[in-house]
Every structure is written in structure tokens, then in C-alpha cells.
């Protein structure tokens, strides 16, 4: 219930800062996809001290579906290496408490869940590479039609830690057979972003029976000169979270990210702070 | 005292298996620059599972010092995910054991040592960038010149996790000014072994007061064609886990890595499975 929305297409102009500002005074609990352009989007885990160990190593082993982008301290719910004043208990538009392996909540803040032995992980988003495919001219079909990405519960084992394990969610985009390897190259370029697909062709090599029956998300067409190209999913972590049922996790809800004042490009721009001493010989 | 050393030459042709199985034999305890071409060479931390989550999200803060490139389960001394029967008790050269942040020990096995509560954190070293300079036509003048890549205690501010913090160790090569931009380009692309350089051209600008007294390893001569370019170093870890003043931990020798079976380059190459896909139409 709000007393006021905001407008997507109001917040489609304004910066990350002032997106999270509309989030947290309770005026917008939509999805995040299209918003703050340039700026990484995050998923979301926020998990009990006693697992984050575990948790961490579960990513480590699993970057691709994993790659962690920011780890808050213990109890301190302020992310402070993704931006200024980011507070992770109300800058997210809808939140999913989990108990037991069980949805119990979907929430707009935790500031009443929040406890003194949370740890929150920020995890990259596929919005990243998704980006990047678009400015190159390689066409996202669930974009262009305004659905949610296809994701399915495919056969590719992820290398447990402690009481997380399982097998990996993915996403398929059908790509034009002639740009699949840009599509490749381009995405590879974003490690934190899952990076390059998992595979690319055959769904039944990676435990796909039907491409028109998602487990989550809504089926796109693979036209007869595109091949379905598969990317690792953020959805991943949130499944072996419920998997493991644990007593209390916290994830956002998809496609209500957070968005962060980093940007969503690795820091490789050194060399903009010293222009005049290379190629001048 | 060995009772039979294996000499460097032999061990540069044969398998990163085959070196691990000198070493933990007791046959070579030196460094292990240039063996096992094209495989991951890791710097290595050793820390009480008390301090592991603290130090794994100081890591993640500092990737570029801090690259982790594997992590072992607590108490687990095998290496799961770096390659097949990795002992991380026998398996380095040289260990460095330190009590209260100093050293109070160099070994060349682990074993009296290993304790239930220990986690194995592996960190991407920078031979791997080094080789792809090299592969590029870019000189490597420590590489060249048989020394100890110079090393210094910069000004760069860490972002600090429990007990760690401090400011960063970089290393200086000199680069032809017709190459900084290829040698950024290329570092870039490995960011699990340091990635792109953290500064390029003044000393000054990153607290270091004369090139030629390094902290750590020894000078080499900057040209005039040439710039000095720094990039973050893996002794940064080292040096932050001493200041933490732990009551154990334990490294490897500078130097004296271990080798995994895992390749130095990241998974792109998912196309191999499917070159027919790609560009047919």
C-alpha cells in the first residue's frame, strides 16, 4: 500500500542515489531493470555469520552463477565498498524472507529482521552483460518483448561448500548464429556479470527437455537462424540458499535489484589519469 | 638437507602434477618461476577458520592485491578445486610460519603444523600477467635480468575487514612508452592475477620517495623511453595478515609457489565445443 508512486519512467532519469532515496521512503517497489543506466545492479543474500563462511567459498567455487561483488560486515547493515549511504535494510524494492527453506515474507524493508550476526552478499546481475549485448547491436529477445528471462533448472553440477551444493540455474537467449561469438566475447568481458555462457546449442546437454517450459520466466522463440545460448543465473545462489533451509536467509525479490553507485564496468581506466605518457614515442 | 635435489632444468619439462610430486618428495625446495608453463601459480595464506570469513571479505574488498583463486574446506588440506591431489601440507617448496606476526619458522612441509581449524586461501600471483607480457613482445627487465622483482609499500589505501588493513604492496616494471597502453590492455585481462596496473608514471604520486630502494626485491633501471608502471602485489597479503599480529599463519616463501593443474587463463573457450555453431550463416 503507497501513499505515492513514483513513476518508472520518472526514476528512469534520476541517479543512483536518488533511486535508492524513492526505494527507501517507500515509493517505488518495482523492478530495477532499465534504471540508474551504467550502474551495477545487484542479487542479493543476506545470511546468518555461522554459513556466510560457507557461503563465501560456495561462491568462490562457483563464480560464474556466483560472482560476488560486495560482502557487508557482520551486523553492519550499511554496503559500504558499493557506494555512499546504502543501506541494505531499506534501499531494495521488495525483499523474500526465507525460513526453513520457505518463502515466509515478501517484504519492502528488513529494518525489523535485521540482526546483529546478518551478513549481506551482493552478488552481479545479468543487467550487465545484457547491457553491453544491446549496445553492441545484438538483440535480447526477452527485452524486446517485455518478459521475464527463461531460466531453467539444468544438469550442470556446482562445486559444493559446507551445506551448499546442487545444480545450476541458467538462462537462455537466442543469439543469430553470425553474432554468437561476439555474444560470447562481449560477455566473457564481464566476469562479475556470470561472464561467458555455460553452453551454447544443445538444451538437452545441459538437462533441458523442452526450451518452451521454463522452470522460471516465460518461454521466448529460437528463430531457425539463432542458436540458444546459455548464461549461468543469479537465481542459482537463491535456490541453494532454500536448499540448504536455513533457519533465516534474505534475498531480494528478482528483478528488484540493488542498485549500486559502482559502476558496472571493472576499473581498467588507470590510464585516463596519465594520457600524455603512452604512444608518444 | 636434500638427498637428492631435482635440478630447475628437469623440472620445466615436465607436468605441474610431476613438480607437486618433487616437492612433496623433499627433491627441490626453490622457486617456481617458469615451470609448469600455462598452469596457475598461487600465492597461498593460511589462517585459523576464527579469522577466515574476515580475511575472505578483506579479499574480496581488495581484489587486486588479493585475487582468491581457491579456497580449502576448514581442517581440509587438500586443494579440491586447483586440481587432482593437491596437499597443501607438502605440496610448496618453502612455507613461511608466522606466531603473533612474526616469523617464527621456514619449512618445507606443514605437516606437524596442520590443525582442524585451518583454511587454505589461495591468491592468483603475478606470473601469469608476466607471461602474457612476455608472449606480447613486452620485456620483463626483472624477468630479464635474473632479479627479484622490486617491490614497495605504497600509499594506496586498502579497504580494511576485521584485523586487516593497511596500505598496498606494488610492484614497478618498466614499460616502453609504445607499450603501456598493450601492457594495461593485457594485464587487464587477468584479474585473478593482479589485473590492470593501480598507477603508471610518478612514483611520488603513490608515496614511493626513490625507485631505486625497493622495500622488498631489487632495482632494476628505468630507461628514458621507458614508464614505470606499478601494479598491486601479492605480498600486500602477506604483509597485512603479519600486521594482524594472529597467533598463527602461514605462507608460502616469496617465490615459491604452489602449482596447480588449473590453467592460468579464465573458461572462455566454451566455443571449442561448438566451432560449428558459430559463423555458419
Same mark, same amino acid.
Given at each position: 500500500m503507497l501513499d505515492h508512486e513514483t513513476p518508472y519512467a520518472t526514476l528512469r532519469e534520476v541517479s543512483a542515489a536518488e533511486v535508492r532515496a524513492e526505494i527507501r521512503a517507500g515509493r517505488y517497489r518495482r523492478h530495477t531493470a532499465g $534504471? /540508474?543506466?551504467?550502474k551495477l545492479q545487484c542479487n542479493l543474500a543476506i545470511v546468518p555469520e555461522e554459513v556466510a563462511l560457507d557461503f563465501m567459498r560456495f561462491c568462490q567455487r562457483n563464480p560464474k552463477p556466483c560472482p560476488v561483488v560486495g560482502v557487508g560486515d @557482520?551486523?553492519?547493515?550499511? $554496503? +559500504? @565498498?558499493?557506494?555512499? =549511504?546504502?543501506?541494505i535494510r531499506t534501499d531494495v524494492p521488495q525483499y523474500r524472507v526465507y525460513r526453513q527453506g520457505n518463502l515466509a515474507a515478501e517484504v519492502s524493508d528488513i529494518k525489523d529482521l535485521w540482526r546483529d550476526d546478518l551478513v549481506t552478499v551482493a552478488l552481479g546481475c545479468s543487467f550487465t552483460f545484457e547491457n553491453a549485448l544491446i549496445e553492441a547491436g545484438i538483440p535480447v529477445r526477452h527485452i524486446d518483448e517485455d518478459k521475464t528471462v527463461p531460466m531453467y533448472s539444468s544438469s550442470l553440477e556446482l562445486t559444493p561448500a559446507g551445506p551448499f551444493g546442487g545444480t545450476m540455474v541458467i538462462t537462455m537467449r537466442p543469439i543469430h548464429k553470425s553474432r554468437v561469438s561476439d555474444a560470447v566475447r562481449i560477455s566473457a568481458a564481464f566476469p562479475q556479470a556470470h561472464g561467458a555462457p555455460v553452453a551454447i546449442g544443445d538444451p538437452g546437454e545441459v538437462g533441458i527437455a523442452d526450451l518452451n517450459q521454463p522452470d522460471w520466466g516465460e518461454p521466448v522463440e529460437v528463430r531457425d537462424d539463432e542458436v540458444p545460448v546459455f548464461w549461468a543465473c543469479g537465481v542459482t545462489p537463491q535456490n541453494v540458499l532454500l536448499q540448504a533451509q536455513l533457519p533465516l536467509c534474505i534475498t531480494h525479490k528478482p528483478g528488484c535489484m540493488l542498485i549500486a553507485? /559502482?559502476?558496472? +564496468? /571493472?576499473? @581498467? =581506466?588507470?590510464?585516463s589519469r596519465y594520457p600524455t605518457q603512452d604512444k608518444t614515442n
Open positions: $534504471l /540508474a543506466p551504467g @557482520t551486523g553492519d547493515p550499511i $554496503l +559500504r @565498498t558499493l557506494g555512499s =549511504n546504502i543501506d553507485d /559502482a559502476g558496472e +564496468r /571493472a576499473d @581498467t =581506466n588507470v590510464l
